[in-house]
């Protein structure tokens, strides 16, 4: 149809932006019948588009006939149709449109696309020539191509296009890729992408966890893929660009990235078929950034100087023996390592206070002097970042942990093969408050390649190995990633742990396995069934359970609008807002729904209620003391409650469970307002009322007293 006003003054502006529209040829443009799609093209298709129908203009009058015309129109139609399959061959710019079948296996060649796609091409081209020769027509054949792809293709398609942004094509490409992995879960090519695709999905998800929790889960697809197939070349080009573009301070996954980059760079300079060349140069720029983000200058600068040799010469290939001298490991430094005195200083400080780590931190300023294996030096800086640990300084707590983590970091990045390294910062990563920090991932990237090592595992103590697997768990936990963090618990629970450890996986299972129930029936139950069966619920949150959380919430705000004047509902409505903070999704939540429950708590409690003191002393003991110097109320509620359970033994206001509890954190916070002695006496007194208790065994040793 012909171009309106409207379009011809748009299509003439975007031409004269380019430079190009001749003020001659305006009125025979207003004329032409283009189709309106061409308005939405770039300015070049436009511009394409408009020159060559310029170009017709000039020579229409020496075409011989119409015939000729037809004849002519086909050789172009079918030349557009050539471009448009070369065009969708050709691979992204940060991961490759894979053939399904491009895999390198001891250096062999890999197969190229199959004779299905030759076949489709051949077909549609022969079919469009019998069309008559428009512009409309090119568009609908070139529709028809992308209707002929398998599913696979589709949604690698749709991946490639969700790399570039498109977020849409991310959530098709996931999920038709997350179709294809479940009928085909053997088949590494799926599985590679649905890896790389749910990592898309962590790019653009909203929530931090979110974020966290599909990164991790799409590189535990590609981990998988790689370790099952270490020469699957698509794997390794979407596991090594998905690792290069995650932020080391969360995930530490460059050194991944290089591992991936340098087989890649290998297996090219041994067969120049499994990358193109442009491929190849994106790899060795991607290098270079991997070393320099890792400080490794050398390295970075040797592959700096094979980028640049390969832009003057694309057929240069490095000498072989120089690659494998860059591809050795960075030699470890020696020294004597750890003594059994070293270890002592630091466990008394790992689970003491400030006295410990004091003592432990005027041990090592002169042991690291005399001694510089690396596990030593990290060792120092996890004593460094326990005075944050214990600090009531806000500065001091943020300062030192951001300081410690980036020291980590560097050190595990200059020695990766020491796994002592790894398994002291991954202790460290549980330590620090997931919600400011994200040090979960850290973790679990740790302790997995723990886990892998069997010469650690294998020379380390079963207790070690049992500890590994269950701060796993913790780990996943943490990420709100709850099927993993379950199925490492049920295997550790087969491997038959100590009993105490086992009751301790046993009930994560249990806070983890609550079900959401209907809230309604409690508008038909009793003051003394409704407040039974909520303090329960109330309990299951405290303990992991968002879900019982949330509903103990709710609950508590149903029994104050049935009873508004008792002090239980409003005691345990305060709490479980507290709760709704500890599971907060950001900091600036997680302060407002804690400050609201603290002004709750200060009116709450009308009289001598000693279950409601101790209620109200572990939500002040849980509460960071940087933020909100809450010890000294912690220390008044526990002491109140201590000595009405030793006053009436024969009907205690709290459980056992709960007093051993309740002496083990009375102790630390005398330790932290510096009553040592009384913290002393307090554990002492924890040893003999249950000393096979985990927490009789975490403070035997600063009492002195062996179990």
């Keep these: 149809m012909l171009y309106n006003k409207k379009n011809a003054e748009l299509l003439r502006k975007l031409a004269r932006g380019n430079g190009f529209l001749p003020s001659s040829n305006k009125q025979f443009l207003n004329n032409l019948p283009i189709p309106n799609s061409i308005l939405e093209m770039s300015n070049k298709t436009t511009e394409s588009i408009i020159n060559h129908l310029l170009e017709a203009r000039k020579t229409e009058k020496n075409l011989p006939s119409k015939q000729s015309k037809e004849k002519k129109n086909k050789v172009e139609q079918k030349q557009k149709l050539k471009n448009t399959y070369d065009k969708r061959d050709k691979k992204s710019t940060y991961v490759p449109n894979l053939p399904k079948n491009r895999n390198v296996k001891g250096k062999t060649t890999p197969q190229n696309y199959n004779e299905s796609s030759k076949r489709e091409k051949e077909l549609v081209i022969k079919k469009a020539e019998s069309k008559p020769t428009t512009i409309k027509n090119a568009a609908e054949a070139e529709s028809n191509v992308s209707r002929n792809l398998s599913p696979l293709e589709e949604a690698i398609k749709n991946h490639d296009d969700g790399i570039k942004g498109n977020k849409l094509s991310v959530k098709k490409a996931y999920t038709?890729?997350?179709?294809?992995?479940?009928?085909?879960?053997?088949?590494?090519?799926?599985?590679?992408?649905?890896?790389?695709?749910?990592?898309?999905?962590?790019r653009d998800a909203s929530s931090v966890t979110d974020k966290m929790k599909y990164a991790l889960e799409g590189l535990k697809q590609?981990?998988?893929?790689?370790?099952?197939?270490?020469?699957?070349?698509?794997?390794?080009?979407?596991?090594?660009?998905?690792?290069?573009?995650?932020?080391?301070?969360?995930?530490?996954?460059?050194?991944?990235?290089i591992e991936d980059f340098r087989y890649l760079i290998e297996a090219y300079e041994s067969n120049n078929s499994i990358l193109s060349e442009r491929e190849y140069g994106e790899i060795l720029k991607n290098l270079v950034g991997a070393f320099t983000r890792l400080n490794q200058h050398e390295n970075a600068q040797n592959y700096q100087e094979k980028l640049k040799a390969f832009k003057q010469s694309d057929n240069t290939i490095a000498n072989t023996e120089t690659q494998s001298q860059m591809m050795s490991s960075v030699d470890e430094t020696t020294g004597e390592g750890l003594t059994e005195e070293a270890k002592?200083?630091?466990?008394?400080?790992?689970?003491?206070?400030?006295?410990?780590?004091?003592e432990a931190l005027s041990f090592f300023e002169v042991f690291v002097l005399t001694n510089t294996a690396p596990e030593v030096e990290m060792t120092y800086i996890d004593l460094q970042s326990m005075i944050g640990r214990d600090s009531i300084n806000t500065y001091e707590m943020f300062g030192s942990a951001i300081k410690s983590m980036k020291a980590m970091d560097t050190l595990i990045n200059e020695h990766p093969t020491i796994s002592e390294l790894r398994l002291i910062r991954a202790r460290h990563s549980l330590r620090l408050p997931e919600m400011f920090f994200r040090r979960a991932a850290i973790a679990v990237s740790d302790i997995e390649m723990l886990l892998k090592d069997t010469t650690f595992i294998d020379e380390a103590e079963l207790v070690v190995h049992y500890q590994l697997l269950f701060d796993l768990g913790n780990a996943y936990e943490k990420l709100e990633m709850l099927e993993n963090a379950q199925e490492i618990?049920?295997?550790?629970?087969?491997?038959?742990?100590?009993?105490?450890?086992?009751?301790?996986?046993?009930?994560?299972?249990?806070?983890?396995?609550?079900?959401?129930?209907?809230?309604r029936i409690f508008s038909f139950y009793s003051q003394e069934k409704m407040y039974s069966k909520a303090k329960e619920i109330h309990l299951m949150g405290a303990k992991g359970s968002r879900i019982a959380a949330k509903q103990s919430l709710e609950l508590w705000e149903l029994a104050r609008s049935r009873f508004p004047n008792c002090e239980i509902a409003n005691t345990y409505y305060a709490a479980s807002v507290a709760l709704m903070g500890k599971y907060a999704s950001d900091p600036q939540e997680m302060f407002g729904e804690t400050i609201k429950a603290l002004k709750l708590l200060k009116t709450s409690i009308k009289s001598n209620n000693t279950e409601l003191?101790?209620?109200?002393?572990?939500?002040?003991?849980?509460?960071?003391?940087?933020?909100?110097?809450?010890?000294?109320?912690?220390v008044r509620d526990f002491k109140a409650v201590k000595l009405a359970y030793e006053q009436n033994s024969e009907n205690p206001p709290i459980t056992q469970e709960q007093y051993v509890k309740l002496l083990y954190d009375l102790g630390h916070l005398y330790k932290k307002t510096s009553f040592v002695d009384k913290a002393l006496k307090t554990w002492k007194t924890l040893i003999n009322e249950a000393p096979q208790s985990h927490y009789a065994q975490q403070v035997a040793s600063q009492v002195g007293e062996e179990i």
């Design 344 to 358: 002592n200083f630091y466990l008394n400080a790992l689970n003491g206070g400030q006295k410990e780590v004091k």
């Design 613 to 634: 003191k101790y209620l109200r002393g572990c939500i002040y003991y849980n509460l960071p003391e940087g933020f909100f110097h809450s010890s000294d109320k912690a």
């Design 176 to 202: 038709a890729l997350k179709d294809l992995y479940e009928k085909h879960p053997k088949d590494l090519n799926i599985k590679s992408y649905f890896g790389s695709a749910t990592t898309l999905l962590a």
């Design 489 to 519: 618990w049920n295997k550790l629970l087969k491997m038959q742990p100590s009993e105490e450890l086992k009751n301790r996986i046993q009930e994560k299972i249990d806070v983890h396995s609550y079900k959401e129930i209907d809230i």
């Design 222 to 257: 590609l981990d998988q893929v790689v370790e099952s197939n270490p020469d699957f070349i698509p794997a390794r080009i979407l596991r090594g660009n998905v690792s290069y573009r995650l932020p080391e301070l969360y995930f530490q996954r460059t050194a991944t990235a």
